[in-house]
C-alpha cells in the first residue's frame, strides 16, 4: 500500500513539473543587477533644487508619510550627513489556478537615501524572502536549481512593479511643494 501511495505521489510531481513552462519560454525579469555585488539594487542620482538640508527635510517628510511604521522602517537618520537608512518589506503572491492572488510572503531589502547639494541618490538593495535564514531573490533568476519554478519569475515582476511605485512616489515627494497664496 505504501509503495502504490508512493508511485502515485510520484506521478503526481512529474505531471507537475513537466506542466511547468521550461525557463526558455519564459522572458526574465528585467530588474537592474549591481555589477559589483550581483545584488537586484535600483539605484540613481535624481538631480532637485536644494540644499542637503532642504532635501533631507522633504524626504523625511515623504518617509513619515509614505510608511505607516515609520519607526520600525528607520533604522538611521542622520541629519548632519543628510542621510536616512531603511529596512522595509513587499508582499508577493501567489496565482492559483482560478485566476485569484493569495498572499505568499514578504520580501525585504534595504533602502537609503542621501542629500547633497542639488540632487539625491536612493539605493534599494539587499532583497531577501522571510525565512528561516536569508533567501535572496538573485536565486530566483538561477533557472537551473532544482528548486527553481516559474512563479519565482512572476514574483520577481511583482517586487519589480512594487519597487518602481515606491520610486515615482519619491520622486513626487521630493519636489517642493506648491505655495499657494490666496489673494482677494
Request: hydrophobic share 35%.
Amino acid at each position: 500500500m505504501k509503495r502504490i501511495a508512493f508511485v502515485f505521489a510520484l506521478l503526481i510531481s512529474v505531471s507537475a513539473v513537466s506542466a511547468q513552462k521550461p525557463a526558455k519560454d519564459l522572458p526574465v525579469p528585467d530588474l537592474p543587477i549591481d555589477e559589483r555585488t550581483n545584488l537586484v539594487t535600483y539605484q540613481d542620482v535624481v538631480k532637485q533644487e536644494g540644499t542637503p538640508a532642504v532635501l533631507y527635510e522633504r524626504a523625511m517628510k515623504w518617509v513619515k508619510n509614505y510608511y505607516k511604521n515609520t519607526a520600525e522602517v528607520v533604522k538611521k537618520a542622520d541629519e548632519e550627513h543628510h542621510t536616512i537608512e531603511m529596512r522595509s518589506s513587499v508582499r508577493i503572491f501567489s496565482k492559483q489556478k482560478d485566476g485569484t492572488m493569495l498572499p505568499k510572503n514578504v520580501v525585504y531589502y534595504n533602502f537609503k537615501l542621501e542629500c547633497r547639494d542639488n540632487r539625491y541618490r536612493y539605493t534599494i538593495t539587499n532583497f531577501n524572502e522571510k525565512a528561516a535564514s536569508a533567501a535572496p531573490i538573485e536565486n530566483w533568476f538561477k533557472t537551473d536549481s532544482p528548486y527553481w519554478s516559474p512563479s519565482q519569475y512572476e514574483f520577481l515582476n511583482q517586487i519589480d512593479e512594487q519597487i518602481k511605485a515606491l520610486i515615482n512616489s519619491l520622486e513626487d515627494g521630493m519636489y517642493p511643494e506648491e505655495v499657494w497664496e490666496d489673494e482677494w
